[in-house]
């Protein structure tokens, strides 16, 4: 892929700072920045605390998406889930009623600072609210260790589970796990794995999962991804992370390429910003996403603009990106 010069990127970024629902992954504010590349807008929107060398997987995301043509799309919509952060139960319904005609939840769990109980009367309250034919998945983000795994499982399963996602950090543990939840019928799904990897296939080489959580940006663009679940050979379910309008139309042109789609995707995640870019964002309908590209409306760029500061802060990031994947 050939890598635009700086200049081009600066003079066509913008950095958005949008407020979110709820707290999530620790932070009460998301900090994007928007390009609008020649192929089209495009969302370069590594996390505060990643490194340079991790963000600029992201950078290479973003201009695959802004400045590359796209794989043709296999479908016109995709099926979300609702995402449910790890919330006291009684919050449950209000953050449910976000996510419109959504039958599969995925819902977080082994959140630092809380217990399984608070865990186990989250699922309750979820599957309450969805009722017996709804979907439940869990994340624990690697919380665990194999032993809280197994007794969480245990504890959990009476709810249904459609997967557990990352329930422990390392692919060795994730294997461990596997072994002993052998007669659960419990699937695992790789995410931190897959998306943190130096080499996102040891986990399917490893046998440590039965399905992989696929990003846009961590996995460095569509194309990139879509290799990497080709390469896997496993089903894959496309998730966002965490993302405005634009971050996630990246998500679903991964979604709408790829040859398989068993899962309903974590793409519905717009519903978690109390803001976005776009009049008509893209939160879930009938429990579904469009496919296509998203334009931001011009009012909302400008309401939204970062801090002249934090501004700086990110156009110096997107300059460390750069030279980082011109040198890579
Ligand atoms: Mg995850």
Redesign the pocket.
Same mark, same amino acid.
């Given at each position: 892929m050939s890598i635009p010069p700086l200049s081009d990127l600066r003079t066509v970024a913008h950095v958005i700072s949008l407020p979110l629902v709820t707290r999530f992954r620790g932070i009460d504010t998301r900090e994007v920045v928007l390009l609008e590349g020649p192929t089209g807008w495009t969302e370069f929107s590594p996390f505060l605390e990643y490194d340079d060398a991790e963000a600029a997987v992201w950078l290479a995301a973003a201009i695959d998406f802004g400045w590359q043509a796209q794989p043709a799309p296999l479908r016109e919509r995709i099926v979300v889930n609702a995402t449910v952060p790890a919330v006291a139960a009684g919050d449950v319904t209000s953050v449910l009623a976000r996510f419109d005609g959504c039958r599969t939840a995925k819902v977080k769990v082994a959140e630092r600072g809380q217990t399984l109980t608070d865990d186990i009367a989250r699922v309750r309250a979820v599957r309450a609210a969805l009722g017996p034919e709804g979907r439940i998945r869990l %994340?624990a983000?690697g919380g665990w260790n194999v032993d809280e795994a197994e007794h969480a499982v245990h504890e959990l399963a009476a709810f249904d589970l459609e997967y557990l996602?990352?329930p422990c950090a390392s692919v060795d543990e994730l294997v461990q796990l596997r072994e002993r939840l052998a007669d659960w019928d419990i699937p695992i799904a790789a %995410?931190e794995s897959i998306r943190k990897a130096v080499d996102p296939l040891a986990v399917a080489r490893a046998g440590a999962a039965d399905l992989l959580?696929v990003k846009a940006q961590p996995l460095g663009g569509v194309h990139r991804a879509l290799e990497i679940v080709g390469e896997a050979g496993l089903p894959a379910v496309v998730?966002s992370a965490l993302e405005t309008s634009i971050g996630l139309s990246m998500g679903l042109a991964l979604a709408a390429a790829l040859p398989q789609l068993d899962y309903d995707c974590g793409l519905g995640t717009a519903s978690l910003l109390g803001a976005d870019v776009t009049s008509r964002p893209l939160r879930p309908e009938s429990g579904m996403l469009p496919v296509g590209r998203i334009t931001p409306d011009r009012d909302l760029l400008e309401r939204h603009t970062a801090a002249p500061d934090r501004r700086e802060w990110w156009l110096a990031r997107l300059e460390r990106c750069h030279a980082v994947l011109g040198t890579g």
């Open positions: %994340d983000n996602e990352q %995410d959580v998730s």
